[in-house]
C-alpha cells in the first residue's frame, strides 16, 4: 500500500476528529476582579505600595487554582504577587483576597510605568470537559504607576465622630476648659506622612443661630504614613458648660479647606464621662502667664542669690 | 444826800422801829398761825359750832407711759394686706391706779367719749378703729382691727389715739390724742391698706418651639397708687397647688415670673429648653404685687403649647460604609451585601414623647444611597419620588424585595426626654451593577447617603447629604451563556470560512459572554495546544504534528468574518505570548435580570498533518478587562 492510499484510509476510517462541544458546568458562574487597577501617581524611590485585589467567583461549589502572570517588563523586579502567583481558590469560598506589592528602586526613574497583571481561573486536578474546548476564565489588573520626584500633602477625610466631654473645670483662678476629641478617619492620597494642619470648631446653641465659641485645635495631630487610611484624632479646648450644642467643624490640609460638616456636641457635667480635660496646655494665655511669671521670679531670685553667695566667697 | 444820824435826838433815833418790828412780829405769828394750824381744833370748834365748808377732789385722765404704735408698722413700704389685721398698742398710766382704755380712732375734730365705768368711743363722726379692753395702769394695751377692702379702709388711713379711764362716776380720756411717738415712723399714722391686684385674664403669648421664649401676658391692674402705682408679678407654676402664698412663688414646677418693673398687664417670660416635649403643657398663673398680696381667683390657667418641630439630620452624623470604599463581592449577578448606613436622627422634642417610650418621637426615617450627581432634588434620588435604579439609586421607599435596607435604633442611645437623637445603624444590599466611581464615565462622582429623620407626627427633616462620600470601585465580572467553543467535526485540512458558521451544519460557533460587573468589558483572548491526552496544560500534549492542533489554528474575530479576514484574529498561545486583544465594547448592564452581552466568532483550521483521531481537549482562556471607553 503506497502512502497515499495509507492516508486517504486513515482519513476515510479514523477521521473525522471531533471536537466535541460539551458544555461545562459553569453556565452564569462569574469571575471577576476589583479593583481592576493598580494605580498609584504619586510614588516616589524607595517607596512601598500595596494594593488589594479581590478575586470573586459566582460558584465557589469546585476548587480552583487562579494564575498569575505579570506583564510588565519595565516593572520586573518591582512587583509580586503577595503569597505567591498561584492562589488557591477553596470549595465555598466566594472572595479571595490577593494583595500586589510595588517597591520602587532608589534609582526608579521618574516617569510613568504601565503594565498588565493577568488572573486565570483553572481546575484544580483532572477536571476539565474531555474533547472539548475548555474555557478558562480571567480577568486583567491594569498597572498604572508614576514614579515622581516632588512632595505630595494630600489627604481625604473619610469619617469623622465626635466623643461626648466633660466640661471645663476651675481651679483657684485657674480655668482647665473641656476637651474635645475630634476623630477622623483619614486616607493619606500623597507620598509624605501627612496630617491636618488645623482642624476648627464653631460651635452653635442647638438651633445653631448662635454661635457661642470658635476654637481651633491645640497641639499636633498624628501624622498618617502615605497610602495609609488611619485613625487621627485633634483636640480642641471648650469652656462652654454642659450642655447640648451643635459643632461645625472644619478640617484643613493647608489652605485647602478637605471638609466641613455639623456634628452634635454633648458636654457632660464635670466628671461624667471617662476622659480628661486639657491640663496647662488648655490655659489661656493669661492664666499661663499668672502661673508661670512667679515660678520665673523665684527662679530668677534663686539664681541671682547664689550669684551673690558666690561672689561673696570670692571675696 | 446823806444824813448825819448824830445829829437827831434820842427819841428821833428809835421812832419807827417799834412799829416795823411791832408789824413784823404780827406778820410772823400770822404765818405761824396759819402754816402750823395753830388752833385748828378750835376753829372747827368754833366752825362746827357755827358751819361747815367741803372739798372734792376730781378724778384725773390717765396719761401714755408709752405712746401709741402699729404692730408691725403698717406704712405705704409695708402696708397691710386687705384682710390682715392693723394692730396698736401703748402704755398708759392712771394717776389713781385704775385700769385705763386704749381708744384709736381716725378723726380728733370731735373729742372721744369716755364711759364711766366703761369703755370710751369715738367722737361723733369718727371712725372707730378699735378700742382695747380695760387695762391696768401700766401695762401695755392693744388695739386691733381687720382691714377689708371696703370704706371706711381706705389705701391710707389716719388715726388718733387716746387713753381713757372707766371711773365709775368721772371717766375721763386724755386731752391731746396720740398719732404716735415720731410722726413720720412707719409705725406711727397712718396705717396704710394694700388692696389684692385684679387678675382679669391671662394667657400664653402663643406655641412655641422648643428653645423659644415662653411668654404669659395678662389684663392685670392694681388699686393701689400711694406713693406710686404698685408693681404687678405674674408668677406661673406648673399646677395650682405648686403656688406659695406665703413665699409667693412656686414650690415646685416654676416656669416664669415678672422682672423688672411692670405696674399693669403684668406679663412673664422665661427662656425654654433645647429639647421640649412637643405637646400641652400645664401651668397656672397667679398674680401677686410687690407687697405679696394676691389677686383672687387662685390663678388663672394658661397651658400652653409646644410645638412639633420635623427633626433635623446633621452631615456629620450620616456616615455611609464607615467611610470606606465600596466593593461590590457578588459575581452571580445579585446583590452584595452587609453595606451600612449609620445616621443620628435629632428631634428638638426629644426621643421620646408623652408616654416616655424610647423611640416614640423619633419614629422613622428617609434614607438614599446614590451616585452623588445624580442628587436627591425632585425626581432624582429620594424616597418622595420614589425613582428606584440599581445603577445609581436605592431609597427607602422601595418595598424590602427591591431593596432591602435594615436599620436597628440602638437601644441605648434614647435616654429620655432630655436626649433627642437616637442612632441608627442599617445594613443594605447593593446590585452588581451600582455604577463605579474609581473610574470610567463617574470617575467625578463619588456614592453618598442622605437621610431625614420622621416624628410620630409625620414631620420630617430636610434630606441632609453625609459630609464624607466614599468611592464605589469598579466590579469587572463576566460568565458564560455557553462556556463551549463548538467547532463540531472536522477532517484534518478543513476548517472555517468564516468565523462563527460551522461548516457541517452552518451552526453558530460563537461565545457569549455576559457582563454581571459595573463596568464596560473588552476581552483578551490566548489559548493552548489541544490533543487527545489533554489533561490541564499543553504540555500534556505530545506537541507531535500528527497529534497536536496548535493555539494558532484557532482564529476569533468580533464579527462573522472571513476566516483570515484583517478583523480576524490568530488566537495567542497560553503563556507564550501576550493573549490577544478584542475590542467586544460590552456595555455596563443596566438591567438586573438583562444582561449586556458580547459575542465572539470562533473559527478552526484543522492542520493536515493531524493523523490521529480522538476527542481533542484544549483550554482557552477569556480574559475580561475593563473597556476604556464605556
Redesign the interface.
Known amino acids: 500500500m503506497n502512502a497515499f492510499v495509507r492516508?486517504f484510509v486513515?482519513?476515510l476510517v479514523?477521521?473525522?476528529?471531533?471536537?466535541?462541544?460539551?458544555?461545562?458546568d459553569?453556565?452564569?458562574?462569574?469571575?471577576?476582579?476589583?479593583?481592576?487597577?493598580v494605580r498609584n501617581s504619586s510614588l516616589t524611590r524607595n517607596a512601598i505600595y500595596e494594593q488589594q485585589i479581590?478575586l470573586?467567583?459566582?460558584?465557589p461549589s469546585s476548587e480552583q487554582i487562579a494564575e498569575i502572570?505579570i506583564?510588565a517588563p519595565e516593572l520586573a523586579g518591582w512587583i509580586e504577587i503577595v503569597g505567591g502567583n498561584q492562589i488557591e481558590l477553596p470549595v465555598g469560598l466566594?472572595?479571595i483576597p490577593m494583595t500586589v506589592q510595588v517597591r520602587v528602586p532608589a534609582d526608579a526613574e521618574y516617569k510613568d510605568y504601565t503594565g498588565a497583571i493577568?488572573?486565570?481561573t483553572?481546575?484544580a486536578?483532572?477536571t476539565?470537559?474531555?474533547?472539548?474546548?475548555?474555557?478558562?476564565?480571567?480577568?486583567?489588573v491594569?498597572i498604572d504607576l508614576t514614579v515622581i520626584d516632588k512632595r505630595i500633602e494630600d489627604f481625604r477625610?473619610?469619617?469623622?465622630s465626635?466623643s461626648d466631654l466633660n466640661e471645663g473645670s476651675k481651679l483657684a483662678w485657674l480655668f482647665f476648659p473641656g476637651k474635645i476629641k475630634f476623630d477622623m478617619?483619614l486616607e493619606n492620597t500623597g507620598n509624605v506622612e501627612i496630617s491636618p494642619s488645623k482642624v476648627e470648631f464653631k460651635i452653635y446653641?442647638?438651633?445653631g443661630e448662635a454661635q457661642l465659641e470658635e476654637v481651633t485645635n491645640i497641639g499636633s495631630i498624628d501624622t498618617i504614613a502615605p497610602y495609609d487610611?488611619e485613625t487621627v484624632t485633634a483636640e480642641l479646648p471648650t469652656r462652654l458648660p454642659a450642655?447640648?450644642y451643635?459643632a461645625r467643624?472644619r478640617i484643613y490640609n493647608g489652605e485647602d479647606l478637605k471638609?466641613?460638616?455639623?456634628?452634635?456636641l454633648n458636654i457632660l457635667p464635670e466628671g461624667t464621662a471617662q476622659s480628661a480635660g486639657f491640663g496647662f496646655i488648655g490655659l489661656s494665655i493669661a492664666h499661663k502667664i499668672s502661673l508661670l511669671l512667679p515660678i520665673f521670679a523665684l527662679l530668677i531670685a534663686v539664681l541671682y542669690f547664689l550669684f551673690m553667695r558666690q561672689k561673696g566667697r570670692k571675696r | 444826800m446823806s444824813y448825819n444820824h448824830q445829829e437827831f435826838p434820842n427819841y428821833m433815833q428809835t421812832a419807827g422801829k417799834v412799829s416795823v418790828l411791832t408789824a413784823i412780829i404780827g406778820l410772823a405769828v400770822f404765818i405761824f398761825a396759819f402754816i402750823v394750824d395753830v388752833g385748828q381744833q378750835e376753829i372747827q370748834k368754833v366752825s362746827a359750832q357755827t358751819a361747815s365748808t367741803s372739798l372734792q377732789v376730781l378724778n384725773t385722765p390717765p396719761t401714755f407711759v408709752v405712746e401709741p404704735f402699729e404692730v408691725p408698722p403698717s406704712s405705704t413700704t409695708t402696708p397691710t394686706n386687705s384682710g390682715d389685721v392693723v394692730t396698736w398698742s401703748a402704755t398708759g398710766n392712771d394717776a389713781n391706779g385704775a385700769p385705763y382704755y386704749l381708744l384709736v380712732c381716725d378723726d380728733d375734730a370731735v373729742d372721744p367719749t369716755p364711759t364711766n365705768g366703761g369703755a370710751p368711743t369715738c367722737g361723733a363722726g369718727a371712725v372707730q378703729w378699735g378700742v382695747s379692753a380695760a387695762t391696768p395702769s401700766d401695762d401695755p394695751a392693744t388695739v386691733s382691727t381687720t382691714t377689708v377692702e371696703a370704706a371706711p379702709f381706705a389705701e391710707s388711713n389716719d388715726w388718733y389715739a387716746w387713753v381713757c379711764d372707766g371711773d365709775p362716776t368721772q371717766a375721763e380720756c386724755i386731752v391731746v390724742p396720740s398719732q404716735g411717738a415720731v410722726p413720720t415712723a412707719a409705725s406711727s399714722s397712718p396705717f396704710n391698706m394694700n388692696s389684692r391686684p385684679i387678675l382679669t385674664s391671662a394667657d400664653p403669648a402663643g406655641a412655641i418651639n422648643?428653645?423659644d421664649v415662653l411668654t404669659f401676658n395678662s389684663v392685670s391692674t392694681d388699686p393701689d397708687s400711694d406713693p406710686a402705682d404698685d408693681n404687678l408679678f405674674l408668677v406661673v407654676c406648673a399646677n395650682p397647688g405648686d403656688y406659695n402664698t406665703t413665699t409667693n412663688t412656686c414650690d415646685a414646677n416654676f416656669i416664669a415670673s415678672t422682672t423688672g418693673s411692670q405696674t399693669s398687664n403684668a406679663s412673664a417670660a422665661t427662656g425654654t429648653a433645647?429639647?421640649l416635649r412637643d405637646g400641652t403643657r400645664s401651668a397656672h398663673a397667679f398674680l401677686v404685687d410687690q407687697h405679696g398680696h394676691e389677686a383672687l381667683g387662685g390663678g388663672e390657667d394658661v397651658e400652653y403649647t409646644v410645638n412639633n418641630v420635623a427633626p433635623t439630620v446633621?452631615?456629620?452624623?450620616v456616615?455611609l460604609n464607615?467611610?470606606?470604599t465600596i466593593?461590590?463581592?457578588?459575581?452571580?449577578?445579585g446583590e452584595s451585601t452587609g453595606y451600612t448606613l449609620d445616621f443620628?436622627v435629632?428631634d428638638?422634642n426629644s426621643c421620646v414623647n408623652d408616654t416616655g417610650d424610647p423611640g416614640s418621637e423619633i419614629t422613622g426615617f428617609q434614607a438614599a444611597v446614590y451616585r452623588t450627581s445624580i442628587g436627591t432634588g425632585t425626581g432624582a434620588c429620594n424616597p418622595v419620588d420614589g425613582v428606584y435604579n440599581p445603577n445609581f439609586c436605592y431609597e427607602s421607599s422601595q418595598a424590602p424585595a427591591v431593596w432591602n435596607l435594615t436599620c436597628t435604633a440602638s437601644s441605648t442611645s434614647c435616654t429620655g426626654a432630655t436626649d433627642?437623637?437616637i442612632e441608627y445603624s442599617c445594613t443594605f444590599p447593593l446590585w452588581f451593577l451600582a455604577d463605579p466611581t474609581?473610574?470610567g464615565p463617574h470617575v467625578a462622582d463619588s456614592w453618598s447617603a442622605s437621610v431625614a429623620g420622621i416624628d410620630d407626627q409625620f414631620a420630617t427633616s430636610t434630606f441632609v447629604q453625609s459630609?464624607?462620600n466614599?468611592a464605589l470601585?469598579?466590579?469587572?465580572?463576566?460568565?458564560?451563556?455557553?462556556?463551549?467553543?463548538?467547532?463540531?467535526?472536522?477532517?484534518?485540512g478543513?476548517g472555517f470560512t468564516t468565523l462563527g458558521v460551522r461548516e457541517e451544519d452552518g451552526g453558530a460557533a460563537t461565545?457569549t459572554i455576559?457582563n454581571?460587573?459595573n463596568?464596560g468589558l473588552d476581552q483578551?483572548l490566548d489559548?493552548s495546544a489541544?490533543c487527545p491526552t489533554?489533561?490541564?496544560t499543553s504540555s500534556d500534549c505530545s506537541l507531535t504534528a500528527t497529534s497536536t492542533v496548535f493555539a494558532n489554528s484557532?482564529r476569533f474575530g468580533a464579527s462573522a468574518v472571513p476566516f483570515l479576514d484583517a478583523a480576524s484574529f490568530v488566537l495567542p498561545t497560553t503563556?507564550v505570548g501576550?493573549?490577544a486583544f478584542l475590542d467586544l465594547n460590552v456595555v455596563e448592564t443596566v438591567a438586573t435580570s438583562t444582561f449586556a452581552e458580547g459575542l465572539t466568532y470562533w473559527g478552526?483550521e484543522?492542520p493536515s498533518a493531524?493523523?490521529?483521531?480522538?476527542?481533542?481537549?484544549?483550554?482557552?482562556?477569556?480574559?475580561?478587562?475593563?473597556d476604556a471607553d464605556w
Do not use: C, H
Open positions: 492516508n486513515v482519513v479514523l477521521f473525522p476528529v471531533l471536537f466535541l462541544s460539551v458544555g461545562i459553569q453556565l452564569y458562574a462569574g469571575f471577576g476582579i476589583t479593583p481592576p487597577y479581590l470573586v467567583r459566582g460558584d502572570s506583564d466566594q472572595k493577568r488572573i486565570r483553572v481546575p486536578g483532572d476539565l470537559a474531555k474533547g472539548s474546548v475548555n474555557i478558562s476564565l480571567g480577568a486583567r491594569d477625610v473619610r469619617k469623622i465626635l478617619l446653641d442647638r438651633t487610611t450642655g447640648s451643635i467643624y471638609q466641613e460638616g455639623d456634628l452634635s | 422648643p428653645g433645647s429639647i446633621l452631615s456629620g452624623e456616615t464607615g467611610g470606606t466593593v461590590l463581592s457578588d459575581a452571580s449577578a443620628t435629632n428638638a433627642d437623637d474609581d473610574d459630609a464624607s466614599v470601585q469598579s466590579f469587572p465580572v463576566f460568565s458564560l451563556v455557553t462556556a463551549e467553543i463548538p467547532y463540531g467535526g472536522l477532517a484534518p478543513d461565545t455576559q454581571i460587573g463596568t483578551e489559548g489541544m489533554f489533561v490541564s484557532q503563556s501576550s493573549p478552526i484543522v493531524v493523523t490521529v483521531a480522538g476527542t481533542y481537549t484544549g483550554l482557552n482562556t477569556f480574559y475580561i478587562r475593563t
